[in-house]
């Protein structure tokens, strides 16, 4: 069985700034040299295909998979039709190899993740007294008395540095583009 990929997570409330923090990181990471690949949970039901199109045609028609194929990219829709929701490991093992998967929502899983914070999210309870798996925080507030790390949630590079340890790969600055 091939090695998975090493995995990073963001979560945090809604309106915690998960997704701008993970758009960061990728920018940053990929600036070093790194391949990176995400995966993000939707809480809701969510279609990256349009009525009209040929390929929802396909799937309305009852197809279990479509893909839509270009000289520029690749999409691989597969309808659940009933089915469980895969798990993360599922979802995991399917991605072909890159030096980081970061994962952004699934609040319950195990691997690895910073904790995003921000003033107006959806709740203020903080989620890592609750979950041994967060490692560090994101916030745009000082937090005093805090035993995991906390990142100003802008300090990117420091997020980055702090991730890239954690996933155990090398520390690059955005100059060291090697290729891994």
Known sequence: MPEQNPVFGVTGWKNSG???LVSRLVAEITTRGFFVSTVKHAH???????????SYAHREAGAQ???????????????LRGDEEPSLDEVLAKLSPCDLVIVEGYKRETHPKIEARRVGSKSDRPLAPDDPSIVAIACDTSLVGEALPVFDIDNITSIADFALKQSGLPMR????????
Not at 44 to 54: P, S
Not at 65 to 79: I, N
Not at 173 to 180: C, G, I, L, P, Y
């Open 18 to 20: 998960k997704t701008t």
């Open 44 to 54: 809701h039901n969510f279609d990256i295909d349009q009525k009209g199109r040929d």
């Open 173 to 180: 600055k955005s100059s060291d583009r090697a290729v891994s």
């Open 65 to 79: 998979e479509v893909a839509l194929v270009s000289g520029r990219r690749w999409a691989l829709m597969h309808e």
